[in-house]
């Protein structure tokens, strides 16, 4: 099973304009978070997926594969799938630019979904984990996902779900973590659907992938990482890795 990772990567960002530039440690972010994934060793390949010359430029004089992509895209999956479309592999998992402290486990569980799927029934892999926090349950900005017997997601919702109309049911909450693996048919399939209107209200990508039918499996994870979406998040990384 050939296995790649593709980071996707813009330059422009409305919260934190150029933050994968910026330094963590020295190098940027977008190189420590490629160096990061090409060290699990879990990879035949490690591209940076990017429509910045600067990040571009970047990754090859640091050695790294990059690749030029249309600047267009509207997702992620959109912006890997032009990189994937003519190329021979399996499986291919999407990691976040700016999550620089990504590691080997959440990435070989995620993996390890396809390898255990012998009938090829699922299509996406992705994290989630347990919500401790009640104010994480009510915010709009961390994405919840419901899942049923099997960990298959059934929803993905920036509203508390389930409802707690029984608050006495026992039910868990879980924050869906931005990283996945696709087989490669489903992602391409993905860049040729149209965005419907359950995606464009949440604006999560996941439930187009649901809305077609396709099957998501859901890997519960103690990752969280640290997204750098803000100069906030920046200085907290730099506390991380100082302690």
């Known amino acids: ?6 980071i ?36 035949d390949q490690v591209i940076v997926a990017t429509d910045s010359d ?16 249309s600047a267009n895209h509207q997702t992620g999956s959109d912006r890997i799938a032009e990189v994937v479309q003519n ?42 984990q347990k919500i401790k926090l009640a104010e994480d349950v009510i915010n ?16 993905f ?7 707690p109309r029984n608050i006495h049911s026992g039910a868990s909450y879980y924050r869906h973590i931005g990283v996945y693996a696709f087989r490669k048919n489903a992602l391409l399939d993905f860049s040729k659907h149209q965005m419907l209107p359950n995606e464009e209200t949440e604006m999560i990508e996941a439930i187009r992938y649901l809305e077609y039918g396709q099957k998501i499996k859901m890997v519960e994870s103690d990752y ?8 906030e998040d920046l200085e907290k990384a730099e506390r991380y890795l100082r302690q």
């Open 87 to 128: 190329r021979e592999v399996d499986v291919i998992v999407n990691v976040q630019g700016d999550e620089p402290f990504i590691t080997y486990q959440p990435l070989f569980d995620l993996i390890d979904v396809f390898r255990k799927d012998v009938a090829q029934e699922i299509a996406v892999a992705s994290l989630m």
């Open 54 to 69: 600067v990040i571009f430029d970047e990754i090859q004089k640091n050695g790294g594969q990059a690749v030029m992509t």
């Open 8 to 43: 996707p990567a813009r330059y422009d960002s409305s919260r934190f304009p150029g933050k994968l530039m910026e330094k963590l440690d020295g190098k940027s972010i977008i190189q420590t978070t490629y160096q990061a994934a090409l060290d699990t060793g879990l990879f």
């Open 157 to 163: 919702s920036r509203c508390p779900i389930p409802y």
């Open 140 to 155: 709009p900005n961390v994405v919840k996902v419901i899942v049923d017997k099997n960990n298959e997601a059934m929803y």
């Open 224 to 231: 969280a990482g640290i997204g750098i979406d803000t100069p």
């Open 1 to 6: 099973m050939k296995t790649i990772a593709v």
